[in-house]
């Protein structure tokens, strides 16, 4: 297992996390997603830790509440270290029917992160991180409210999840010019069969430092091998009963059939070489990894021992590239001017 630096910050994660969406099944599309018991639950978390997986992602909605509530439960089940693990939380989704109950505003993540640390039985939150964009909220009170939390102790560093490359860097602007605590990860959606996050994401995290955690590094099962064109469904399968992220099928056939070749080659499975691309990626600090079962999680872990030759890239990379868009076709044919 490696770790890598958590963006611009001193704190090393490992290069996968465990996710717990799938904690809970608690409430209507949470059980489509999953509902893994406390004790199932203890297992997941005991057979990541042991594999030197340091880094833990939740969030307050995730099955309404319950997924922090079981993740809390299994550390201390498990005895495991204040200081063995890094647990991330996120904060955004409708928590109650309160008009002020969503969103990102102060009132919204004052009153949250306080119902986070009591389910999750912790005295603070590794990283915080807010879970959409709220288009109602100035994204100074949002930060001016992290900061708030970072300052106070409850929370160490600040996070976002689905954002846009121009509203990240707003924020940015705004911690620099007023001295706030400063999002230090993305967290976002990135796999082979959906690598949209390279037109201006990608570049915008490694020109500002900012670390990227890969949320359904599978797309949602899509590239766990279940699949091809002859079976687009399985009845154990999330996409089953939850057909999320959105996907362009035949390109992701495409890439599940390269994939296949590949797997062959290193004598693993489909899912591994899916996990494995992502790990290769320059831009990657943590790929999140979730599952029902710990056969599941423990096929996902091997992933990390396996090293893609330049020539397995390549292939890989060349069945899954973006179609060309404007600017970024104009800027591969104006870049070589101080070149030859």
């Given at each position: 297992?490696?770790?890598?630096?958590?963006?611009?910050?001193?704190?090393?994660?490992?290069e996968?996390?465990?996710?717990?969406?799938?904690?809970?099944g608690?409430?209507?599309?949470?059980?489509?997603?999953?509902?893994?018991?406390?004790?199932?639950?203890d297992?997941?978390?005991?057979?990541?830790?042991?594999a030197?997986i340091?880094?833990?992602?939740t969030?307050?909605?995730?099955?309404?509440?319950?997924?922090?509530?079981?993740?809390?439960?299994?550390?201390k089940?498990?005895?495991?270290?204040?200081?063995?693990?890094?647990?991330?939380?996120?904060v955004?989704?409708?928590?109650?029917s309160?008009?002020?109950?969503?969103?990102?505003?102060?009132?919204?993540?004052?009153?949250?992160?306080?119902?986070?640390?009591?389910?999750?039985?912790?005295?603070?939150?590794?990283?915080?991180?807010?879970?959409?964009?709220?288009?109602?909220?100035?994204?100074?009170?949002t930060?001016?409210?992290?900061?708030?939390l970072?300052?106070?102790?409850?929370?160490?560093y600040?996070?976002?999840?689905?954002?846009?490359?121009w509203?990240?860097?707003?924020?940015?602007?705004?911690?620099?010019r007023k001295?706030?605590?400063?999002?230090?990860?993305?967290?976002?959606?990135?796999?082979?069969a959906?690598?949209?996050?390279?037109?201006?994401?990608?570049?915008?995290?490694?020109?500002?430092?900012?670390?990227?955690?890969?949320?359904?590094?599978?797309?949602?099962?899509?590239?766990s091998g279940?699949?091809?064109?002859?079976?687009?469904?399985?009845?154990?399968?999330?996409?089953?009963?939850f057909d999320?992220?959105?996907?362009?099928?035949?390109?992701?056939?495409?890439?599940?059939?390269?994939?296949?070749?590949?797997?062959?080659?290193?004598?693993?499975?489909?899912?591994?070489?899916?996990?494995?691309?992502?790990?290769?990626?320059?831009?990657?600090?943590?790929?999140?990894?979730?599952?029902?079962?710990t056969?599941?999680?423990?096929?996902?872990i091997?992933?990390?021992?396996?090293?893609?030759?330049?020539?397995?890239?390549?292939a890989?990379?060349?069945?899954?590239?973006?179609?060309?868009?404007?600017?970024?076709?104009?800027?591969?044919?104006?870049?070589g001017?101080?070149?030859?």
């Amino acid at each position: 297992m490696k770790y890598n630096k958590l963006g611009q910050t001193g704190l090393f994660v490992s290069e996968l996390c465990l996710g717990t969406m799938t904690f809970g099944g608690q409430g209507g599309m949470w059980q489509k997603i999953g509902s893994v018991s406390q004790k199932d639950a203890d297992d997941l978390v005991k057979t990541a830790v042991d594999a030197g997986i340091n880094f833990i992602d939740t969030a307050n909605i995730y099955s309404e509440g319950l997924s922090e509530q079981i993740t809390g439960q299994a550390l201390k089940n498990l005895g495991i270290a204040r200081d063995e693990v890094a647990i991330a939380t996120k904060v955004f989704g409708r928590m109650g029917s309160n008009v002020n109950s969503t969103g990102a505003s102060r009132y919204h993540i004052m009153d949250q992160v306080k119902g986070s640390l009591k389910r999750l039985q912790l005295d603070h939150i590794d990283l915080y991180q807010i879970h959409g964009f709220d288009n109602e909220t100035p994204i100074e009170e949002t930060i001016e409210a992290l900061d708030t939390l970072v300052k106070q102790g409850h929370v160490r560093y600040i996070g976002v999840s689905n954002w846009a490359a121009w509203q990240i860097v707003k924020g940015l602007g705004i911690s620099e010019r007023k001295n706030l605590a400063r999002f230090a990860s993305l967290q976002a959606y990135y796999t082979l069969a959906g690598r949209d996050l390279e037109r201006e994401i990608v570049p915008m995290l490694k020109s500002e430092n900012v670390g990227l955690m890969v949320w359904s590094p599978l797309a949602g099962g899509l590239l766990s091998g279940k699949y091809d064109r002859n079976n687009e469904t399985d009845g154990d399968g999330r996409r089953a009963s939850f057909d999320f992220p959105p996907v362009n099928r035949d390109r992701a056939y495409d890439c599940i059939d390269a994939m296949r070749v590949v797997a062959k080659a290193h004598e693993c499975s489909v899912a591994q070489i899916a996990l494995a691309w992502l790990l290769h990626q320059q831009a990657v600090t943590s790929v999140i990894v979730g599952a029902k079962r710990t056969e599941q999680l423990e096929d996902n872990i091997k992933a990390t021992g396996i090293k893609l030759t330049g020539a397995d890239l390549e292939a890989l990379n060349a069945v899954s590239a973006l179609p060309a868009e404007y600017p970024g076709w104009m800027f591969e044919r104006q870049g070589g001017y101080r070149q030859g």
